[in-house]
């Protein structure tokens, strides 16, 4: 694979409750040879809230950032988070087919935006640029053993009109960087299910059930983790587990792993740049059992 | 079929209503031909609504209008409503929210909680037969629902305010602080207190916000919004 570089869009939560996804995404770019170019001074995509308020706003919030990437020079954005990615994505295409509604978001910015880049997540990217069988050759300790269920989310491929990556209903894109990673990958019915999002501080018994089911249907497995690619995914399965369990009376104890930690451990990467230390269910026994299975071997 | 629901016995004088707390098995010997819907669990509340009761005839034009999408192209297949994750709690079903537009009933529409607890996960808008974004469409409806003052999920509302305040001051969202401006907000102790101590000695959650240089930029990006409208 050629080196190539990137515009990159964090997202907030990358800054706080992420930082764990936020810091193995760059060690895995670094390792695998992607250039993550930072955005300079880029702003909050605005998130559900701003859609939930005006299309124009939200297009808006998400302009300013697509503008900055613009000047960069490079012809991609990406971004690891799915709900920054759906905003993105939104706000150019919407404004790609409509001049109306591009005149519209521009009179809202500083600086109107004339190109618009093309917006991926990072999972796309190494996924199609980089793909399983070269991951698999930089593989230095293979997950051997790990038994993983791979959770993508409700938005990071759907809808497929809008994402144009992997498939809406059966996505296999982390199936195949874990399966290439080393990992045991069972076959997970709710790949594509919502884990209850940003309804955790308003109402929460709607994620109480929602990541509830996704926690049951993986134990019930046999999953030694759950693999994630979303920082609300995460935060609900793992911050949240706790609570899920003395709602449903349910006792799971199921790390919630980034993929990109994964990824980056099976790499050789050292820990610390992993941020193994951030998930709240203790990672730790998954990953010696790992180790324990290669002594074996 | 529709006689039958006029003349359904929890509907007083053909206004819409809704049959509180009638569990399901009781509500389908009243209304024989009321089918439950895909994914209804049991115990969920029925409704029965008369199409005919003073329709606004230019509300679906409107949502038609401003989402893009051909909402009178929707057959009630009831896709949307068997993938959406939400309708168990739902008080309309998404499919009905659709058919209720076609029938011009703004005011149940956007007095629905439901409106405001849809994720916007696209899980209808993926499997739509007719290729509607349902999902846009519930976008709209709160819009509208914003606009003509009808907040059925107070807390959602606030959380969504909150967090957009915060972006608006810092220009990246500040998770502490919006925490603050909810709990002022809404009157609530935080109730997840106990994830404090979770985040905490990890370092993630910052007790400072991280102010953007552009943060002007992004507050302008607010003012001109409410001035312009959109
Ligand atoms: S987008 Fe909203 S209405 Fe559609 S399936 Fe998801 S939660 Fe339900
Ligand atoms: S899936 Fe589409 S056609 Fe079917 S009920 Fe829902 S909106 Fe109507």
């Given at each position: 694979?050629?080196?190539?570089?990137?515009?990159?869009?964090?997202?907030?939560?990358?800054?706080?409750?992420?930082?764990?996804?936020?810091?193995?995404?760059?060690?895995?770019?670094?390792?695998?040879?992607?250039?993550?170019?930072?955005?300079?001074?880029?702003?909050?995509?605005?998130?559900?809230?701003?859609?939930?308020?005006?299309?124009?706003?939200?297009?808006?919030?998400?302009?300013?950032?697509?503008?900055?990437?613009?000047?960069?020079?490079?012809?991609?954005?990406?971004?690891?988070?799915?709900?920054?990615?759906?905003?993105?994505?939104?706000?150019?295409?919407?404004?790609?087919?409509?001049?109306?509604?591009?005149?519209?978001?521009?009179?809202?910015?500083?600086?109107?935006?004339?190109?618009?880049?093309?917006?991926?997540?990072?999972?796309?990217?190494?996924?199609?640029?980089?793909?399983?069988?070269?991951?698999?050759?930089?593989?230095?300790?293979?997950?051997?053993?790990?038994?993983?269920?791979?959770?993508?989310?409700?938005?990071?491929?759907?809808?497929?009109?809008?994402?144009?990556?992997?498939?809406?209903?059966?996505?296999?894109?982390?199936?195949?960087?874990?399966?290439?990673?080393?990992?045991?990958?069972?076959?997970?019915?709710?790949?594509?299910?919502?884990?209850?999002?940003?309804?955790?501080?308003?109402?929460?018994?709607?994620?109480?059930r929602l990541s509830g089911k996704l926690l049951d249907m993986a134990d019930s497995l046999g999953?030694?983790?759950?693999?994630?690619?979303?920082?609300?995914?995460?935060?609900?399965?793992?911050?949240?587990?706790?609570?899920?369990?003395?709602?449903?009376?349910?006792?799971?104890?199921?790390?919630?792993?980034?993929?990109?930690?994964?990824?980056?451990?099976?790499?050789?990467?050292?820990?610390?740049?992993?941020?193994?230390?951030?998930?709240?269910?203790?990672?730790?026994?998954?990953?010696?059992?790992?180790?324990?299975?290669?002594?074996?071997? | 079929?529709?006689?039958?629901?006029?003349?359904?016995?929890?509907?007083?004088?053909?206004?819409?209503?809704?049959?509180?707390?009638?569990?399901?098995?009781?509500?389908?010997?009243?209304?024989?031909?009321?089918?439950?819907?895909?994914?209804?669990?049991?115990?969920?509340?029925?409704?029965?609504?008369?199409?005919?009761?003073?329709?606004?005839?230019?509300?679906?034009?409107?949502?038609?209008?401003?989402?893009?999408?051909?909402?009178?192209?929707?057959?009630?297949?009831?896709?949307?409503?068997?993938?959406?994750?939400?309708?168990?709690?739902?008080?309309?079903?998404?499919?009905?929210?659709?058919?209720?537009?076609?029938?011009?009933?703004?005011?149940?529409?956007?007095?629905?909680?439901?409106?405001?607890?849809?994720?916007?996960?696209?899980?209808?808008?993926?499997?739509?037969?007719?290729?509607?974004?349902?999902?846009?469409?519930?976008?709209?409806?709160?819009?509208?629902?914003?606009?003509?003052?009808?907040?059925?999920?107070?807390?959602?509302?606030?959380?969504?305010?909150?967090?957009?305040?915060?972006?608006?001051?810092?220009?990246?969202?500040?998770?502490?602080?919006?925490?603050?401006?909810?709990?002022?907000?809404?009157?609530?102790?935080?109730?997840?207190?106990?994830?404090?101590?979770?985040?905490?000695?990890?370092?993630?959650?910052?007790?400072?916000?991280?102010?953007?240089?552009?943060?002007?930029?992004?507050?302008?990006?607010?003012?001109?919004?409410?001035?312009?409208?959109?």
């Amino acid at each position: 694979m050629t080196k190539h570089t990137y515009s990159y869009y964090p997202g907030c939560s990358g800054q706080g409750t992420s930082m764990e996804y936020e810091r193995s995404t760059r060690a895995v770019c670094e390792a695998v040879g992607i250039n993550l170019d930072e955005i300079p001074d880029w702003s909050c995509c605005g998130s559900t809230p701003a859609h939930t308020v005006d299309h124009t706003l939200s297009a808006a919030l998400s302009g300013r950032n697509l503008g900055l990437a613009a000047k960069q020079g490079h012809d991609c954005v990406l971004t690891p988070c799915p709900s920054c990615l759906t905003n993105l994505k939104t706000a150019g295409k919407h404004m790609a087919e409509s001049e109306t509604f591009k005149e519209k978001v521009n009179r809202l910015l500083d600086e109107p935006l004339e190109t618009i880049p093309d917006t991926k997540s990072v999972l796309q990217v190494l996924f199609e640029d980089l793909g399983p069988d070269a991951l698999a050759k930089k593989v230095a300790r293979p997950l051997k053993g790990l038994k993983v269920v791979t959770y993508y989310g409700c938005i990071l491929t759907r809808p497929p009109g809008l994402m144009d990556f992997d498939s809406e209903e059966n996505p296999i894109s982390m199936d195949k960087l874990m399966q290439a990673a080393g990992a045991e990958v069972l076959q997970f019915p709710l790949k594509t299910e919502c884990c209850g999002a940003s309804h955790g501080v308003a109402r929460r018994d709607l994620v109480m059930r929602l990541s509830g089911k996704l926690l049951d249907m993986a134990d019930s497995l046999g999953a030694d983790a759950v693999v994630t690619a979303c920082p609300l995914c995460q935060m609900n399965l793992d911050l949240r587990q706790g609570q899920v369990n003395s709602a449903n009376n349910a006792s799971y104890r199921l790390p919630i792993f980034y993929y990109t930690q994964l990824l980056g451990w099976a790499l050789g990467l050292p820990d610390a740049s992993l941020g193994l230390d951030k998930l709240c269910v203790d990672p730790r026994p998954a990953l010696q059992s790992i180790s324990a299975n290669k002594e074996v071997a | 079929m529709y006689q039958e629901l006029q003349r359904a016995p929890h509907t007083p004088s053909g206004l819409f209503t809704r049959a509180q707390n009638i569990p399901f098995a009781a509500s389908r010997q009243q209304t024989p031909n009321r089918l439950p819907y895909a994914g209804m669990p049991s115990g969920d509340v029925m409704q029965v609504v008369n199409l005919t009761n003073s329709p606004d005839k230019t509300f679906m034009d409107r949502v038609m209008e401003e989402s893009g999408q051909t909402i009178s192209l929707c057959y009630q297949c009831g896709n949307c409503t068997a993938s959406c994750p939400y309708t168990f709690g739902f008080d309309i079903p998404v499919s009905q929210v659709m058919r209720l537009l076609q029938t011009g009933q703004k005011e149940t529409v956007l007095s629905s909680s439901s409106i405001w607890l849809c994720a916007s996960c696209t899980s209808c808008t993926t499997r739509c037969p007719n290729n509607i974004d349902v999902a846009k469409v519930m976008d709209v409806l709160r819009h509208e629902a914003r606009r003509e003052g009808f907040v059925k999920e107070r807390r959602v509302k606030a959380f969504f305010d909150s967090f957009l305040d915060s972006v608006r001051s810092h220009g990246r969202v500040f998770e502490m602080g919006l925490m603050v401006d909810y709990i002022r907000k809404t009157g609530r102790f935080w109730t997840d207190m106990e994830l404090g101590p979770k985040m905490l000695p990890k370092g993630k959650l910052a007790f400072k916000p991280h102010n953007i240089q552009g943060r002007d930029a992004i507050a302008r990006i607010f003012e001109r919004f409410e001035k312009e409208g959109s």
